[in-house]
């Protein structure tokens, strides 16, 4: 089992930047790919970014060059994952979601909101 929770979510000013934050923590072992999904209001839930477990990151083209993924392997039990958001649309306003996958299973975290304001 893998428990995630997002946060680091708010409301910001177009063109400023927020991090947001997932603990990933249980059988973190298992994990092979972790990654941010967002789900605009009225709309389908969408890949952010992703990244595997020997570090290859993936970006949709809406968010190259303005996000970036990171991890950090903290132990056995805890691993962190990162989205640092910068220079940030009304249109990046969503639900964003973490998401593991392990060999047999997928899992969701809550979600947390980023309102971006124009």
């Known amino acids: 089992q893998v428990q995630l929770v997002e946060s680091g979510g708010g409301l910001v000013q177009a063109g400023g930047s927020l991090r947001l934050s997932c603990a990933a923590s249980g059988s973190v072992f298992t994990m092979n790919t972790m990654g941010w999904y967002r789900q605009p209001p009225g709309k389908q839930r969408e890949l952010v970014a992703s990244?595997?477990?020997?570090?290859?990151?993936?970006?949709?083209d809406s968010v190259k060059g303005r996000f970036t993924i990171s991890r950090d392997n903290v132990n056995n039990t805890l691993y962190l994952l990162y989205l640092q958001m910068n220079s940030l649309k009304p249109e990046d306003t969503a639900v964003y979601y973490c998401?593991?996958?392990?060999?047999?299973?997928?899992?969701w975290g809550q979600g947390t909101q980023v309102t971006v304001s124009s």
């Open positions: 998401k593991s996958t392990t060999t047999y299973r997928v899992y």
């Open positions: 990244i595997t477990y020997g570090g290859a990151t993936n970006y949709a």
